[in-house]
């Protein structure tokens, strides 16, 4: 439209003259407006305007008069055959579009028949859906009865395998299958006890006897293999199968089984060890490596232990078979009496010939400090079986004990014997005064025998118990055999002695346990006969020195009797010669010691005994000066009697 107009512009229609005497117009002329309105038009926003431009530029390329004269009929022409194509084109698609309504119509007939046809079908098969529905339904009850069903028995009942594994045959071999088979009829006959609640009571009970009577079945058969498994473990050394204590675990719930498998296993392994006893008493280990225990019954004190250690080690060995065999049974408590129980029985057999031969070696009296030895081995190796296997080795520990209690009460015989022997036959003292030989022989045994005591591994107090009994044994007949020996001398040959004994029992004590109280009596004796023999020295002092009489007269003298001076012998001139002779003393008191001093074994106690009877002798000269320079005496001249002082005296001394 927009071209057809602009062909307009272009060639316009001639225009109409005047009305002849009128004047024309400016608003009315036609070449007027159209000027105006082409003048008015905006090119730049007219959109149309540029796009009817653009698709005149595409086929009006000459400007010329002839041209835009033939413009409009070149639209019109231009516009006709586009119609043209137009029509063309849409009678296409007219006919297209009656070609889909004819197959629509098509199809919408065949729907209808095909409707037509369904529905009669439908009315025709009403009846089959309707049993379909129900047959489905059905199958769906159906299905889930079945698996209802396949749990129940899952649940419930063993599988053909489970159920041969447990009524296998008796050649057949118990494995770690069979325990849980075992274990499935257990929590099945667990489990039924729900169905009992419920309204299926009579499957609960059926299924409850069924299992009952497969779990006895099973425990019968698990009992007959472990009897036969226990009945091969008769070797030395055994291993304890995962499978045999798995089936002690099992059997735990049945306790008459489980008990006799362990009688049965304790039988087994008592034979095993009275055995492999009498195999290393009499044919030692393999390769004679060690040698056989009777090749040293020269020896006791090794024949005893090597059999004690035999059975140290064989009765912890035998506890650790048991440990392994029960570690998994979890009976409260009992366990571990049934450990005991079993390994003493096991023991029992070695008793009678352990006991024969110790018997043997005691009965022999090996001598005293064997026979403690032996005392203290069986104490000892008493001590630790027990610890090992507390008290229920009963009959064994029973046994060491009746033998320890022998070889100790031999041993304490052959003690009294001894002392018995030295009260029979008493020694006379050795001119020396040193210990007589019965008791350095006695002393001897006692050190021996306290050595051995101090070396043994028993327990503390029994130790000192058995100390004080030795010590009472020994030292009380020693002592009597001393105090009957030296009977019959003087005093100063008695305490010295006496002196040497007591000091030879001390030094021999001392260097053991337990001997405190003894040693405390002993010193108590020494010091006893020591006082003797310092008072026999001063008196030998005195004696010689000239001033016993002296001495003896100031201390018997009394107010009463008048002057010290006009006593007989105690004049000035008296005086004078006996502190004349006292002076040769001071000058070399080692002079005047007793002989026996020099027969006293320790050098300390000569020391002591001098240098007390040194402060005796001193103590009597300060009496004699006091009464000397006392006025009531009546000595003239008193210094020139006693030229010395006290402190004098006791500096030389000194």
């Given at each position: 439209?927009?071209?057809?107009?602009?062909?307009?512009?272009?060639?316009?229609?001639?225009l109409?003259a005047p009305?002849?005497?009128?004047?024309a117009?400016p608003?009315?002329?036609?070449?007027?407006?159209k000027?105006?309105k082409?003048?008015?038009?905006?090119?730049?926003?007219?959109?149309e305007?540029l796009?009817?431009?653009?698709?005149?530029?595409?086929?009006?390329v000459?400007?010329?008069?002839r041209?835009?004269?033939?413009l409009?009929?070149?639209?019109?022409?231009?516009?006709?055959a586009?119609?043209?194509?137009?029509v063309?084109?849409?009678?296409?698609?007219?006919?297209?579009?009656?070609s889909?309504?004819?197959d629509?119509?098509a199809?919408?007939?065949?729907?209808e028949?095909m409707?037509?046809?369904?529905?009669?079908a439908k009315?025709?098969?009403?009846?089959?859906?309707?049993?379909t529905t129900k047959?489905q339904?059905?199958?769906q009850r159906l299905?889930?009865?079945a698996?209802?069903?396949?749990?129940?028995i899952?649940k419930?009942?063993?599988t053909?395998?489970?159920?041969?594994?447990?009524r296998g045959?008796?050649?057949?071999?118990i494995?770690e299958?069979?325990f849980?088979?075992l274990?499935?009829?257990?929590?099945?006959?667990?489990?039924?006890?729900?169905?009992?609640?419920?309204?299926?009571?009579?499957a609960?009970?059926?299924?409850?006897?069924?299992?009952?009577?497969l779990?006895?079945?099973?425990?019968?058969r698990?009992?007959?293999w472990?009897?036969?498994?226990c009945?091969t473990?008769?070797?030395?050394?055994?291993?304890?199968?995962?499978?045999?204590?798995?089936a002690?675990?099992?059997?735990?719930?049945?306790p008459?089984?489980?008990?006799?498998?362990?009688?049965?296993?304790?039988?087994?392994?008592r034979s095993?060890?009275?055995?492999?006893?009498?195999?290393a008493l009499?044919?030692?280990?393999?390769?004679?490596?060690p040698?056989?225990?009777?090749?040293?019954?020269h020896?006791?004190?090794?024949?005893?232990?090597?059999?004690?250690?035999?059975?140290?080690?064989?009765?912890a060995?035998?506890?650790?078979?048991?440990?392994?065999?029960l570690?998994?049974?979890?009976?409260?408590?009992?366990?571990?009496?049934n450990?005991q129980?079993?390994?003493?029985?096991i023991?029992?057999?070695?008793?009678?010939?352990?006991?024969?031969r110790?018997?043997?070696?005691?009965?022999?009296?090996?001598?005293?400090?064997?026979?403690?030895?032996i005392?203290?081995?069986?104490?000892f190796?008493h001590?630790?079986?027990s610890?090992?296997?507390?008290n229920?080795a009963?009959?064994?520990?029973?046994?060491?004990?009746?033998m320890?209690?022998?070889s100790?009460?031999?041993?304490?015989?052959?003690?009294?014997?001894?002392a018995s022997k030295?009260?029979?036959k008493?020694e006379?003292?050795?001119?020396?005064l040193?210990p007589?030989s019965?008791l350095?022989?006695?002393?001897?045994?006692?050190?021996?025998?306290?050595?051995s005591?101090?070396?043994?591994v028993?327990p503390l107090?029994?130790?000192?118990?058995?100390?004080?009994?030795?010590l009472?044994?020994?030292?009380?007949p020693?002592?009597?055999?001393?105090?009957?020996s030296?009977?019959?001398?003087g005093?100063a040959?008695?305490?010295?002695?006496?002196?040497n004994?007591?000091y030879?029992?001390?030094?021999?004590?001392?260097?053991?346990?337990?001997?405190?109280?003894?040693?405390?009596m002993?010193?108590f004796?020494?010091?006893?006969?020591?006082d003797?023999?310092?008072?026999?020295?001063a008196?030998?002092?005195?004696?010689?020195?000239?001033l016993?009489?002296?001495?003896?007269?100031v201390?018997?003298?009394?107010p009463?009797q008048g002057?010290?001076?006009?006593?007989?012998?105690?004049?000035?001139?008296?005086?004078?010669v006996?502190?004349?002779?006292?002076?040769r003393y001071?000058?070399?008191?080692d002079?005047?010691?007793?002989?026996?001093?020099n027969?006293?074994?320790?050098?300390?106690?000569?020391?002591?005994?001098?240098?007390?009877s040194?402060?005796?002798?001193?103590?009597?000269y300060?009496?004699?000066y006091?009464?000397?320079?006392?006025?009531?005496?009546e000595?003239?001249?008193?210094?020139?009697?006693?030229?010395?002082?006290?402190?004098?005296v006791?500096?030389?001394?000194?």
């Amino acid at each position: 439209g927009t071209a057809l107009a602009m062909a307009d512009t272009a060639a316009p229609p001639p225009l109409a003259a005047p009305a002849p005497g009128l004047p024309a117009a400016p608003g009315s002329n036609p070449l007027s407006r159209k000027l105006n309105k082409i003048l008015e038009t905006r090119l730049d926003n007219g959109k149309e305007m540029l796009e009817a431009l653009k698709a005149l530029s595409t086929f009006f390329v000459e400007n010329s008069l002839r041209t835009r004269r033939n413009l409009r009929g070149d639209i019109e022409r231009r516009s006709l055959a586009i119609n043209e194509e137009f029509v063309h084109i849409f009678k296409q698609v007219k006919e297209e579009l009656e070609s889909i309504n004819e197959d629509v119509q098509a199809m919408s007939s065949c729907c209808e028949d095909m409707s037509s046809r369904l529905k009669a079908a439908k009315e025709q098969t009403q009846d089959l859906i309707v049993k379909t529905t129900k047959l489905q339904a059905e199958n769906q009850r159906l299905e889930m009865k079945a698996q209802v069903a396949d749990t129940f028995i899952a649940k419930f009942q063993l599988t053909p395998d489970e159920m041969n594994l447990l009524r296998g045959t008796k050649d057949e071999p118990i494995t770690e299958d069979f325990f849980k088979a075992l274990g499935r009829v257990k929590q099945i006959h667990d489990d039924v006890k729900i169905l009992l609640r419920t309204n299926q009571q009579r499957a609960g009970l059926e299924i409850m006897e069924q299992m009952a009577l497969l779990q006895e079945t099973s425990y019968e058969r698990l009992y007959r293999w472990t009897q036969n498994e226990c009945r091969t473990l008769t070797q030395e050394s055994c291993d304890i199968s995962p499978v045999l204590a798995q089936a002690m675990e099992a059997l735990q719930d049945r306790p008459v089984l489980y008990k006799y498998t362990l009688d049965e296993f304790g039988t087994a392994r008592r034979s095993a060890v009275v055995r492999g006893f009498i195999d290393a008493l009499t044919r030692g280990g393999l390769g004679g490596t060690p040698r056989p225990i009777e090749m040293h019954s020269h020896d006791p004190l090794r024949y005893v232990g090597d059999m004690l250690a035999w059975l140290h080690q064989a009765t912890a060995s035998e506890k650790e078979h048991l440990e392994a065999m029960l570690k998994l049974v979890t009976i409260q408590g009992s366990v571990e009496e049934n450990i005991q129980e079993v390994v003493g029985h096991i023991t029992e057999g070695v008793c009678r010939p352990l006991k024969v031969r110790i018997e043997q070696v005691i009965v022999a009296e090996p001598g005293a400090v064997l026979l403690y030895k032996i005392s203290n081995l069986l104490k000892f190796y008493h001590h630790t079986i027990s610890g090992i296997v507390g008290n229920s080795a009963a009959t064994l520990l029973t046994t060491i004990e009746e033998m320890h209690l022998l070889s100790k009460k031999i041993f304490f015989n052959s003690l009294s014997l001894h002392a018995s022997k030295l009260m029979d036959k008493v020694e006379l003292p050795p001119p020396d005064l040193g210990p007589s030989s019965a008791l350095n022989q006695t002393l001897n045994l006692l050190r021996e025998v306290l050595a051995s005591h101090d070396s043994s591994v028993v327990p503390l107090d029994a130790r000192q118990a058995d100390f004080v009994q030795v010590l009472s044994c020994v030292l009380d007949p020693l002592l009597q055999m001393c105090t009957m020996s030296a009977s019959n001398l003087g005093t100063a040959d008695m305490a010295t002695f006496m002196v040497n004994s007591l000091y030879m029992m001390k030094t021999t004590l001392a260097l053991f346990e337990f001997t405190d109280k003894r040693l405390e009596m002993l010193q108590f004796q020494i010091e006893a006969h020591l006082d003797t023999l310092i008072n026999e020295q001063a008196s030998y002092v005195l004696t010689r020195a000239g001033l016993s009489y002296i001495y003896n007269s100031v201390q018997q003298h009394k107010p009463e009797q008048g002057p010290l001076s006009n006593l007989p012998s105690m004049d000035s001139v008296s005086l004078k010669v006996a502190m004349a002779q006292f002076d040769r003393y001071l000058s070399a008191p080692d002079s005047l010691l007793m002989s026996q001093l020099n027969f006293l074994l320790s050098a300390t106690v000569k020391e002591q005994i001098i240098k007390q009877s040194t402060e005796l002798v001193c103590r009597a000269y300060s009496e004699l000066y006091a009464a000397v320079m006392d006025p009531s005496n009546e000595y003239k001249d008193p210094e020139t009697i006693l030229h010395r002082s006290p402190h004098q005296v006791q500096a030389l001394l000194s």
